[in-house]
């Protein structure tokens, strides 16, 4: 448990991140769409992790916020799913895009010359939408059956808390 105090300053800093992540994100979105210099293949991984944060932000940090305030999680079952499978796949996506971020960046460092021919903004973002892909099918299963959403009071949030398949 904490104290009220406590949770002031929990819900406070929360808020300031969510404000910052949305406002940060949108600036950082609106000047990649707005300057074509900035819309070249590395760049669209860097536009992905923005999408990512900019619903962390948007989603994510508000009903933790919420939850900090009720000491539980008081939305409905149904929001909970929906928070826990987008909090995992906005979550897995941004691990997954900083991994191909680097690798992408390692790329253009060893080879600069041949870079531009193999990596062309298509290709980037077919890596993009197959993460994407991949960090939803990993937050699927409990909608299918396999487990459930369940709020944990650590994280202030729900998430998928998957079964372990018994071994025979």
């Excluded at 406590?6 to 949108?26: E, F, R």
């Excluded at 009720?70 to 691990?95: K, Y």
């Excluded at 790329?107 to 062309?120: E, F, T």
């Excluded at 980037?124 to 059956?145: C, D, E, M, S, T």
Aim: charged content about 10%.
């Amino acid at each position: 448990e904490y104290s009220h105090l406590d949770m002031i300053v929990m819900i406070t800093i929360l808020s300031v991140l969510s404000i910052l992540a949305v406002v940060g994100s949108t600036i950082q979105l609106t000047a990649i769409y707005l300057d074509k210099t900035l819309q070249h293949s590395s760049n669209i991984f860097i536009l992905s992790l923005g999408c990512s944060d900019f619903i962390v932000g948007f989603w994510t940090l508000p009903t933790i916020a919420i939850s900090v305030y009720n000491r539980s999680w008081e939305l409905t079952h149904g929001v909970s799913a929906f928070s826990a499978i987008l909090d995992s796949l906005v979550i897995t996506a941004s691990v997954w895009t900083l991994g191909f971020t680097s690798l992408d960046r390692w790329m253009l460092v060893r080879s600069p010359i041949s870079y531009k021919s193999k990596m062309k903004r298509v290709k980037a973002f077919k890596i993009v939408f197959l993460i994407y892909l991949i960090a939803f099918l990993g937050a699927l299963p409990p909608l299918l059956g396999w487990s459930s959403y369940k709020f944990s009071s650590f994280s202030m949030s729900c998430a998928p808390v998957l079964a372990l398949i018994p071994l025979l």
